[in-house]
Each structure stands twice: as structure tokens, then as C-alpha cells.
């Protein structure tokens, strides 16, 4: 019975997938199992949000995810997840991914290879603990990996994503305590939304932030985005997505 209801959890932020031989190496990597980027004939972009749950900002995030009907893609941090699992929970709850942003979020072009494994499987296995669901999608902290890093996470069975929109949006003065009132937050606010959509591309990952900015910039952020015709998908359905040739 409990292995039941834990494969119903796991199903919720689904199975690792399986990339099939025939997609081009342009946007995925088997050799380092890597996503490079999505379906360039694709009008849509995947939306993923790194580095929480922050207890404030996280909440605001879900919300304007859930008034839009747009899912988004977290990599989480793992130390924060044992913080704060009802986030991590809400987070799949509304039908959104949640992937592996490591424990502490160290540099991983800079530890061991012992020390990457260990910075993996504890953030995975507080996510399982926080709600059921195990990750196999895997963004790098800093985006700082090395080709030994790529295999260390291939070899743990993890998919490492690339982003190919920033929008520098975690670039604030101080701190996060930096929020709306502060001279210059909406000139942030409003760069961060203006980043997004000049790199707006077929098969675009957008790497966004759990910061208060993010969280006041994403509802013009996915409206926007809507309105330049591109969907918004998770990083899953855009992997499954991607075009497979025929003469492979
Ligand atoms: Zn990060």
C-alpha cells in the first residue's frame, strides 16, 4: 500500500524521461546527458525558477503562476526545502516541476567529485522527503559545471539543463530585504521583464530567480510572453518535445 500511494506521489512530478537517440546534439547531449535547449520549431519557451523556496517570495510566485494557468519548472535548493516542504509541496500540488538546484549551492566547477555526488543526492532526498516526488532534472548553481560534473549527474541518473534566457534578475543591491519602495526596485523590475522578452526564442529556457523582484515582474513576464505568441511550458514537456530524425 505505501508503495502504491509513493509511486501516485512520484507520478505527480513525473518519471525521469528518457531522451530518445535521433535528437540532434544541438539540443540534447546524450554523451553528458545535458538539454541544451527546445524544439526551434516550437513556438514555446520553458520557464524555470531557480534557488528557493524563499518563504516570501516563493508563495508570490505560485500565486501569479496559478491567476496565469502557467506552470513553471523550480530548482530547488535543498537546505531550503527542509525549511520550508509545505512550499515545495504547494509547488507540485498546482502542477508545477520541481528539480535539483543542489544542497548548499556550492560552485560545482570548484568541489570534488565525491562532494558534487553528496551536494545531488541529499537535495533529491529532501525533496522525496518533503513530498513523495524524487528530481531528476538537474540545474548546475551559477550554471558552474565542468564536463566530470556532467557525468557525476549522469551518472546519478539526472538531466542537466542549460538556460538560455537570464534576465540578471538576482543582480540587487543588498540583500532580499531590497523589495517594492526601495529607490530603483521597479527600473529593476522592469528590466528584468525587458531581458526576457528581447531574448524570446523557439525552445528558450528562461532562468529566472525566487527573489522579490522576480515575483513582482512575472505576471507582465508570462503575459508578455503570451502576447508574442510563444507558450509557456515546463522543462519536461519541452524535452519530450523535442524532434527526433528519422534517419536515426
Ligand atoms: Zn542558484
Known amino acids: 500500500m505505501t508503495a502504491v500511494i509513493a509511486s501516485l506521489l512520484l507520478g505527480l512530478s513525473g518519471q525521469a524521461y528518457h531522451v530518445p537517440a535521433g535528437v540532434s546534439q544541438a539540443l540534447f547531449d546524450q554523451e553528458k546527458s545535458f538539454f541544451i535547449r527546445g524544439n526551434p520549431k516550437l513556438k514555446q519557451v520553458a520557464l524555470s525558477i531557480d534557488d528557493g523556496p524563499h518563504i516570501l517570495f516563493a508563495p508570490k510566485i505560485l500565486e501569479v503562476l496559478r491567476q496565469n494557468h502557467a506552470h513553471a519548472t523550480f530548482f530547488v535548493v535543498g537546505v531550503k526545502v527542509q525549511e520550508h516542504p509545505e512550499i ?35 537535495c533529491r532526498s529532501a525533496v522525496e522527503k518533503a513530498c513523495g516526488a524524487t528530481t531528476w532534472l538537474l540545474r548546475p548553481p551559477g550554471e558552474r559545471y565542468t564536463d566530470e560534473v556532467l557525468q557525476t549527474a549522469k551518472r546519478l541518473g539526472f538531466i542537466t539543463v542549460a538556460a538560455t534566457i537570464g534576465a540578471a534578475d538576482y543582480i540587487v543591491p543588498g540583500d532580499h530585504s531590497w523589495t517594492r519602495g526601495n529607490p530603483g526596485y521597479q527600473e529593476h523590475v522592469n ?58
Open 88 to 122: 515545495v509541496r504547494e509547488m507540485l500540488a498546482d502542477g508545477n516541476e520541481v528539480g535539483n538546484h543542489s544542497m548548499t549551492h556550492p560552485r560545482l566547477n570548484t568541489v570534488s567529485q565525491e562532494v558534487v555526488a553528496q551536494e545531488l543526492t541529499r
Open 191 to 248: 528590466a528584468v521583464q525587458e531581458a526576457v522578452f528581447k531574448q524570446l526564442k523557439n525552445g528558450g529556457i528562461i532562468d529566472l530567480h525566487d527573489m522579490p523582484t522576480t515575483a513582482d515582474a512575472l505576471d507582465a513576464i508570462i503575459k508578455g510572453i503570451r502576447q508574442r505568441g510563444y507558450k509557456i511550458v515546463t522543462v519536461s514537456e519541452m524535452l519530450k518535445r523535442l524532434p527526433v530524425s528519422r534517419r536515426a
